[in-house]
Every structure is written in C-alpha cells, then in structure tokens.
C-alpha cells in the first residue's frame, strides 16, 4: 500500500464550479500535512497547510480527518488559473516528507 | 532573494558517464532534499540533509551520492549514468520547524542515452 494515495484524475471542471480532492495516508503517526501545486512542467510549490481544524485561504479549504487518515482540498470557484496537479503531502515522521503521485485539475471555460 | 536554485537545467549523458547536479539556496535553511519525479511516480526522496556535513539516504538512493560541505550548497552526484536514471530532479529546502515547508528549485531534466 502506498504511504500517501490520491485519484489521478483528470477532474474536468466548468469555471465557476466547487471540486473536492480527497487524500489517504498510512501512517498514524504523521504529524504534519500540506496540499502543494505543481503546473506542467514546474517544481511543486506550498498550497496550504492542513491543520487538525481545518483551515481556509480564500477559496481554498483543506480539512484533515485523523481518525479515518485522510485529508481533502475544496476548491470554490474555480478558475482556468486553477488547473494544475494537486499534491497531498504528509511528513513520514522522520524528517521528511512523503509526496502523493497527485491530482490533476483541468479547469475549462 | 532568489531561493533555491539547481543547475544545470537540461543535460544529456551516455550510459556509463558521471555528473553533478548543484542545488544552491539562500534561505538559510537547515534541511535540504534531492527529489526525482517521474511519469505516474510522484516525487521520490533520494537523499536528504538535516545540516551542514550531514547526510541521509531516502526512498531511492541506489546510484546517487550527495555531498553538503557547506550549509546553502547540497550537490547530488551521478557515478556512472544508467537509462533508468532518466527524470526530472528536484532539489528543496526547508528550515527544519514543525510543520516544515520545503521550497522547490526549479529541477533539471536528466537524459540518459
């Protein structure tokens, strides 16, 4: 099993629309959890944090559920800036971080 | 400012030649990172650093060494270059704080021949 899974995609969106991503991660004894972005081509750059109470940042809310492990990205209307790969993120407990293979948004007009 | 940046940004080897990759940053981060990304895979730790003179394998090391002589510069080296070696690496930093963000360079595009 995989330390951290995540749906492919392609999730194909209309502007405008909401699109939930969803997260699982193995190990019980992560402490720390990020969504990160990565455009075609281009390194992966800090999205948010994902704290225990969950937390927004404009249109972007992450919510962590440690009980059943896994994390999730809601995106409210979304934009053609929007599309790009969505990377859950979760720290392995020794001093690094374990990236999942990513989500990829397609956001069309 | 610039960050973290990595050269080179493109290179081509034959099977068998060795390289260097340099991964550079000015943050004054603790912890620094070497990652490879390939199709379908994610990102793969290949060796790590939690400080100057230190290092650490990760979950792919096998036909990498690294060397962090000093704190900003952790270079990533290739002995002898293998096909399966082919990917896009990523160098990152982070400060070493919970919870530790790491900051990207912008990779370099290794191919194997």
């Known amino acids: 099993r995989k330390e951290v899974e995540q749906d492919p995609g392609p999730f194909n969106v209309p502007e405008g629309a909401t699109v939930a991503f969803n997260c699982t991660y193995s190990n019980s004894a992560s402490q720390s959890f990020f969504w990160y972005r990565q455009d075609c081509r281009k390194e992966p750059k800090l999205l948010m944090s994902?704290?225990?109470s969950g937390n927004e940042d404009g249109r972007f809310t992450a919510q962590l559920n440690r009980a059943s492990q896994y994390i999730s990205l809601l995106i409210r209307d979304s934009k053609l800036s929007d599309s790009a790969t969505y990377l859950c993120?979760?720290?392995?407990?020794?001093?690094?971080?374990?990236f999942g293979s990513g989500t990829r948004l397609q956001v069309q007009p | 400012n610039a960050g973290v940046t990595q050269t080179p940004k493109f290179r081509v080897l034959k099977t068998g030649q060795s390289m260097t990759l340099l991964c550079a940053q000015d943050m004054n981060h603790e912890y620094m990172y070497w990652y490879r990304q390939d199709p379908g895979m994610g990102l793969r730790l290949i060796h790590y650093?939690?400080?100057?003179?230190?290092?650490a394998k990760g979950e792919v090391p096998d036909g990498y060494n690294v060397s962090r002589l000093k704190k900003q510069n952790f270079l990533l080296g290739l002995e002898s270059a293998a096909p399966s070696q082919t990917s896009v690496y990523f160098c990152a930093s982070s400060p070493g704080t919970v919870p530790d963000t790491q900051y990207f360079g912008p990779g370099t595009r290794l191919t194997v021949l």
């Open positions: 650093s939690v400080g100057e003179g230190t290092t």
């Open positions: 993120v979760v720290d392995t407990g020794r001093r690094a971080l374990t």
């Open positions: 994902v704290y225990s």
